[in-house]
């Protein structure tokens, strides 16, 4: 997923293969180690236009320029889908509407950590995180995160 772009594109979840494919600090949590994959999808996201990988398909804004990543989910009433912000190590939810599942993801955009915050928070940076996945709060848990 290089390249990446503000626009639209379509996240893909995809669990690890095995449970030593987890990651050490967090086996055992379950999304923890899980892979996300981005295809494009008729958006300006700059991702992958190879075949998609097999696993659950999410509609996926990216924030990758720092106005997009500024705006995010904020003065919003809901999102379907996700937004990813790139690059990104920590979120808040001051002026958000709603709850949010946050989840933190490596370089590789393997699943760090998942959070859910309530508005008027603020998340701590996780220091290994590269990119920050957001969705409404639950739907991390129904894509298996």
Known sequence: MEHLRDGTTVLTVTPPATADDAG????????HGTAVACTAAGGRAGTDTGPRPAGRAVPLEVAASLRARTRGLLGRDGIDGAILLTPANSVHTFRMRFPIDVAYLSRDFRVLAVRTMRPGRLGLPRFRARHVLEAEAGAMREWGL
Do not use: E, F, Y
Request: net charge negative; no cysteine; glycine share 24%.
């Open 24 to 31: 050490s600090d967090d086996a055992g949590t379950a999304g």
